[in-house]
């Protein structure tokens, strides 16, 4: 069936450091995938998203791009901030986008400090 | 914008309550979500509703039931809560295809 591998945390970094999360998936035909962010204390939200393969999600500095060959969805950023630290979940859905019935990965804390 | 309320932040219950987690969203959406997140297990889905009156089970059905009596309200229910079902538990909405999943703060369920 289909799932999400994305790695283990957490991940702790300095700021104005690299970030990479890497994300992989398996599922047939052609998945959604989405990257969803979790601020201490709060539910998740929408961070960024692609649709099909080649497309790349971006917002608040974040990038990840969908790699088919791969079957990969690695979230970026270039500096992060210290309020970035979050957990961070990379999830599959079903071709073109609805965001009904997501799978989720396990999750990834990131701490960034001053 | 968007509200997902639920209705405890923190909640303690003993073995064998009866629990109702509520869960209301003011954005007239179709679907609702209940979720669990655990350390290391990530978020997993108990049940869904894509309309009023209708509920399908998710992945870990077992030991819940829900209620949609009304479009705006999802109830998450524990017929006779036991210590596994101590955890976060997630309300999430959605409305038009392709739209997010907006996602309450959450309510921490301690059973004792």
């Known amino acids: 069936g289909n799932s999400v591998t994305q790695m283990e945390g957490p991940v702790t970094l300095s700021e104005e450091a690299f970030l990479t999360i890497n994300c992989t998936y398996t599922?047939?035909?052609?998945?959604?995938l989405f990257w969803y962010v979790q601020y201490p204390g709060e539910g998740l939200q929408l961070l960024l998203k692609?649709?099909?393969?080649?497309d790349k999600g971006s917002n608040k500095g974040f990038e990840a791009t969908y790699r088919k060959e791969t079957t990969s969805f690695h979230l970026e950023k270039g500096s992060v901030q210290v309020s970035d630290s979050a957990v961070y979940f990379c999830?599959?859905?079903?071709?073109?986008?609805?965001?009904?019935?997501?799978?989720f990965g396990k999750g990834t804390k990131l701490s960034v400090k001053p | 914008d968007v509200k997902v309320t639920q209705s405890s932040r923190y909640l303690v219950k003993r073995t064998g309550e009866k629990v109702f987690l509520e869960c209301v969203q003011d954005?007239?959406?179709?679907?609702m979500f209940w979720y669990r997140q655990d350390p290391g297990l990530g978020l997993r889905l108990i049940y869904f509703?894509?309309?009023?009156?209708?509920?399908e089970k998710g992945d870990i059905p077992e030991g819940y039931s829900v209620s949609r009596e009304k479009k705006e309200r999802f109830s998450l229910i524990l017929e006779s809560a036991s210590t596994n079902q101590t955890s976060m538990y997630l309300c999430?909405?959605?409305?038009?295809?392709?739209?997010?999943?907006?996602f309450g703060n959450g309510t921490r369920l301690t059973v004792t």
């Open positions: 999430a909405s959605t409305g038009a295809y392709n739209s997010p999943l907006h």
């Open positions: 599922a047939t035909g052609y998945p959604s």
């Open positions: 692609a649709t099909k393969a080649d």
């Open positions: 999830a599959l859905g079903p071709y073109g986008g609805s965001q009904g019935n997501l799978i």
């Open positions: 954005m007239d959406h179709e679907n």
């Open positions: 509703s894509y309309d009023v009156k209708m509920k």
